[in-house]
């Protein structure tokens, strides 16, 4: 088990989040969330990257506890996230925001090979090195927040909303990217708001909602449950 | 040089215009001098408000810190036969920066780190009271009194330009603010930890989902500023020849405004609200009134902010650096 979330429970002040969710992640497995607005997914997973702290329970990376470490440990044991909204640094250009996804990475021929690999995989950014990253279009700053992201070698990378405000044609680039990068021996846990999908893409995926996991399964059986496609592929294949 | 001989020439022949020619060159470069220190004080209050947006109101007391220490290693370190020399102050600027930099490493670690995810009016409580601290035990320490500098503990010489005689201290003091700005420029725009510096003030969290240790950067940012602002001191006090234990206070306003003239965040902003500061007053000194300089600048500054409210260079939200 790469990854394993015991009874977390995340609280904003005395409002509680989440009320004991129990997630794992088997190391080659692409893993989606999936839930409504406010069901506790980004908590989660600002909760494994350290920007929140648990106010019980655990998170074990290949059986170390992530839960008590500063995020920049928890990206230097090979967990990297990317964020909600891309977050790319909008006037550092294309180049430096990959450069800063590399900041753990010490060794300049390192960095070198794995900027070259993410070249690879997103041509486009190759070709914008120098621009500002604000200048980017959406797809392009949701390209850019992946590949920094890949810049620091992490084992495994979670994907907040990656089809967050991309115009419908973008979305299908972005996830046979996603699962390229899994097919190259990165572990996936992704979050996404429109669950067709995110389980077209899952092997396995979690419904979360109001703070705890109600239902989980591989990709494909979620993707018949009719209560899923009711509560959520209505309105997330749309 | 032939262009020169010319100039001296045609103002020696205009005896009345050479003297308004004179005051307009000496108030230049009493400006260009003065003007170097507040930017590098300026940029202490600008770097350290870019990643945390804290003023930190006791950067004026480690200005001060610096004035001291430097008093002490040029007066008291046997600098012996080469004290008063260009060397020496460079020497002392450089070892007030070491330890001004350390200084700003305990008062950001003390006094700032642990209100860090509290309410922002706390931190700005604990940075008067760091102040305070700060200020009182300089003057227990040096006493109340004005300290005056020895004198030989700083080069008088003089230099002949176009036949006007200028101090040499000034263009020493100008070129090297200008060294440290640059230095700090290259650092900012050139290097790995600059762009990570940059990183940190666009989007902390996002910083931190890189694997930037944000702390450590804020902690940076304090070092670096300490340093400017130390280096600043001993200027003033090889400059001006006496410090107190207050100075801080009054540079320190007037650096906070170079810093929000030029747009608070912005370093480069910082560096021309400083320049541009030390010139008016130094303008205004001699052909207004030497007794309303304070006034004028502060004049300057309220119509530079009517009319550009993000200063001049602006404050850059995205590039807050």
């Not at chain 2, 176009?162 to 230095?183: E, H, I, T, W, Y």
Request: glycine share 12%.
């Amino acid at each position: 088990m790469l990854l394993r979330i015991k009874n977390l429970r995340v609280a904003y002040g005395n409002v509680e989040a989440l009320h004991g969710v129990d997630i794992e992640v088997r190391e080659g497995e692409i893993v989606a969330i999936l839930g409504a607005n406010g069901a506790g997914k980004s908590t989660t997973l600002r909760a494994i990257s350290g920007l929140h702290r648990p106010k019980s329970g655990e998170i074990l990376f290949a059986g170390q506890p992530l839960h008590s470490l500063p995020s920049h440990e928890i990206v230097m044991r090979g967990v990297v996230q990317a964020p909600e909204g891309r977050r790319v640094f909008a006037t550092l250009t294309v180049g430096e925001n990959l450069e800063m996804g590399a900041f753990v990475c010490k060794d300049k021929k390192t960095v070198a090979s794995r900027l070259k690999k993410v070249l690879d995989l997103f041509p486009r950014l190759g070709e914008r090195r120098e621009q500002l990253a604000g200048t980017l279009s959406g797809g392009e700053q949701q390209m850019l927040a992946i590949g920094r992201a890949l810049m620091s070698g992490p084992r495994l990378l979670l994907l907040d909303e990656p089809s967050l405000g991309l115009a419908p044609i973008m979305i299908k680039p972005i996830f046979s990217t996603i699962k390229a990068i899994n097919q190259a021996g990165v572990t996936v846990l992704l979050v996404e708001q429109s669950a067709f999908v995110a389980l077209k893409v899952a092997h396995r995926a979690y419904v979360l909602d109001v703070g705890k996991v109600v239902m989980s399964g591989s990709g494909a059986n979620l993707l018949k449950d009719p209560e899923v496609q009711k509560t959520y592929l209505g309105g997330g294949r749309k | 040089m032939i262009v020169a001989e010319r100039l001296s020439w045609v103002l020696k022949l205009r005896r009345g215009h050479k003297l308004n020619m004179e005051v307009f060159f000496q108030q230049f470069s009493n400006g260009l001098a003065i003007g170097g220190i507040y930017a590098l004080i300026a940029l202490g209050y600008t770097m350290v408000y870019g990643v945390l947006r804290l003023i930190n109101f006791a950067h004026g007391d480690l200005f001060t810190s610096g004035a001291f220490l430097g008093y002490t290693f040029l007066v008291s370190l046997a600098l012996g036969q080469s004290a008063g020399t260009v060397g020496a102050i460079l020497l002392v600027v450089l070892l007030v920066m070491g330890v001004a930099a350390f200084l700003g490493y305990v008062l950001e670690r003390c006094a700032y780190r642990p209100l860090r995810r509290s309410n922002r009016l706390n931190a700005v409580v604990s940075a008067i009271g760091a102040s305070i601290v700060i200020q009182n035990s300089i003057m227990l320490i040096y006493g109340p009194q004005v300290l005056v500098f020895p004198a030989g503990m700083k080069p008088n010489v003089i230099v002949e330009i176009f036949g006007l005689n200028f101090p040499l201290m000034r263009f020493f003091l100008f070129g090297a603010s200008v060294m440290l700005m640059l230095g700090l420029y290259f650092f900012i725009n050139r290097t790995r930890l600059g762009t990570a510096i940059r990183a940190v003030a666009i989007d902390q969290d996002a910083s931190r989902l890189m694997g930037i240790d944000v702390s450590q950067i804020i902690s940076l940012m304090f070092m670096i500023g300490a340093a400017l602002g130390g280096a600043a001191g001993v200027m003033v006090g090889v400059y001006y020849g006496q410090i107190t234990f207050t100075m801080g206070w009054i540079y320190g306003l007037k650096a906070f405004t170079a810093a929000i003239m030029g747009g608070i965040g912005n370093i480069p902003g910082a560096m021309l609200g400083g320049m541009l500061l030390g010139m008016v007053e130094s303008m205004a000194a001699a052909y207004i009134s030497a007794g309303w300089k304070d006034a004028i600048t502060f004049l300057v500054l309220i119509v530079i902010l009517i009319c550009r409210p993000t200063g001049l260079l602006g404050e850059r939200v995205a590039e807050k650096i």
